[in-house]
Every structure is written in structure tokens, then in C-alpha cells.
């Protein structure tokens, strides 16, 4: 079925680097895009999120890309801290069912100090 | 500012024992309000989902059942727990209406069957 996933499971960087989570949907009736970060033993935090009118949205040390032809979304999270250290999630909503989101699988970033 | 609570923030049952998890926000009237549960490393699953008092839509057939009996108010339910029911269990909320669907997450319930 249709779904929402993510190419890495886990992402190791340095402290400092520039880290890139990637998410792949394959709904192309998706029209609003969030991302989260969970910590463990705690609940998801909004990060960012972007329309699908859009390719590329800006955050303080993130960044959203949104690639419609090839249904590809990404996260770019600058200058990575140990804070970043976490689970990141893709979300997307569909038209067809607006009170939903559905999440993907999550990619863990571990942050080398 | 809007806040979400939910508790207890662990809890250890024995399998066939009853299960009730709240959930509350403050800060808002209205939301849309969700279970979901987290399996141990693995993503989100929908498990319930209410546009209104009284009014519960489920995902996923199972064991549990969830009511609203008052706007703010969600409340998750087994009569006879499960061991596949261990899990984390998170409730979000959104707003009603407008024009993006981001849902806000409590901090979770950890519940182990034993």
C-alpha cells in the first residue's frame, strides 16, 4: 500500500557537520508535510513543516526540501549539536482523509562529539 | 498557550487487568484529538482519532476502545490488557480547523503488560 518511508534507518555525523534525513511518499494526492524529533522516552516535537506548494522551506538551523516530481522530502539540520541526537519523523497528510497524518518509520541521528 | 497532559507516565499491569490512560489539553476548544501507540523503536500507529465529543473513529481493530466524554478529554480503554499491548502510548491534539494539520504530542504513557 501507499506509504511514507525513510532511506536510513540510522545517520551517524560529527558534531558540527551538516546532517541530511531523508523521507521518500509515495501518495502523490499529499499536500502538507511535517517533520518531528523524538527524544527518548518522550513525545514527538514539531520541527517544520511545508505545503506542497512549496520546495523548500527554512527554519533556525533547519531546512525543509520538497521534491514533487520524485516525491522525495528531506531535512537538513546545520551545524549539528549533541542535542540533536534523536529520532526524526516524516508525516504527511493526504486530502483524502485530513484529520490524519501518516508517519513514517523514523531514521535515528546519533551525534559524535 | 495550549498544553497537553497525560497520565500516569509509566505503568506496569498484568495481563486480562483493565487499562484506562487519560488525556487532557488545555489552552484550546475543539481539537481533534488521537491514541497512538509506539512500539519499542519503530514509528506511530493511529489508533484512534475524535473530531467531537462523543464522536471516536478507530484504525486499527483491536483490543482497546477509546471515549470523549468531554471536549477536552480523551480516554483510552482495555477491559483485559494483552501482552501485545505493552507499548508507548501518546496523545496528540490539532486544531479543528485551519489551514495546516499539525498535531501537538503529550509527553506519553510507557505501559508494560506482564
Known amino acids: 500500500g501507499e506509504s511514507v518511508g525513510l532511506h536510513l534507518p540510522t545517520l551517524s555525523v560529527q558534531e558540527g557537520d551538516n546532517s541530511i534525513i531523508n523521507c521518500a511518499y509515495s501518495?502523490?494526492?499529499?499536500?502538507?508535510f511535517i517533520w518531528y524529533k523524538q527524544e527518548s522516552g518522550k513525545g514527538p516535537q514539531f520541527i517544520i513543516d511545508?505545503?506542497?506548494?512549496?520546495d523548500k522551506r527554512q527554519g533556525q538551523r533547519v531546512t525543509v526540501l520538497l521534491n514533487k516530481t520524485v516525491k522525495h522530502l528531506s531535512l537538513q539540520i546545520a551545524a549539528t549539536q549533541p542535542g540533536d541526537s534523536a529520532v526524526y519523523f516524516c508525516?504527511?497528510?493526504?486530502?483524502?482523509?485530513?484529520?490524519?497524518?501518516?508517519f513514517g518509520s523514523g531514521t535515528r541521528l546519533l551525534v559524535r562529539p | 498557550s495550549q498544553t497537553i497532559h497525560q497520565w500516569p507516565a509509566t505503568l506496569v499491569q498484568p495481563v486480562g487487568s483493565p487499562l484506562s490512560l487519560e488525556c487532557t489539553v488545555e489552552?484550546?476548544?475543539?481539537?481533534?484529538l488521537y491514541w497512538y501507540r509506539q512500539a519499542a523503536g519503530r514509528g506511530l500507529q493511529l489508533l484512534f482519532y475524535?473530531?467531537?465529543?462523543?464522536?471516536i473513529s478507530s484504525e486499527v481493530p483491536q483490543n482497546l476502545s477509546a471515549s470523549r466524554p468531554q471536549d477536552r478529554q480523551f480516554i483510552l480503554s482495555s477491559k483485559k490488557l494483552l501482552l501485545s499491548d505493552s507499548g508507548f502510548y501518546l496523545c496528540a491534539w490539532s486544531p479543528l480547523a485551519g489551514v495546516s494539520y499539525e498535531q501537538y504530542f503529550g509527553p506519553g504513557t510507557r505501559l508494560t503488560v506482564t
Open positions: 475524535s473530531v467531537g465529543i462523543g464522536q
Open positions: 511545508i505545503r506542497s506548494n512549496m
Open positions: 501518495n502523490s494526492a499529499s499536500d502538507y
Open positions: 489552552g484550546t476548544s475543539n481539537p481533534n
Open positions: 508525516a504527511e497528510n493526504r486530502r483524502d482523509s485530513s484529520y490524519k497524518l501518516i
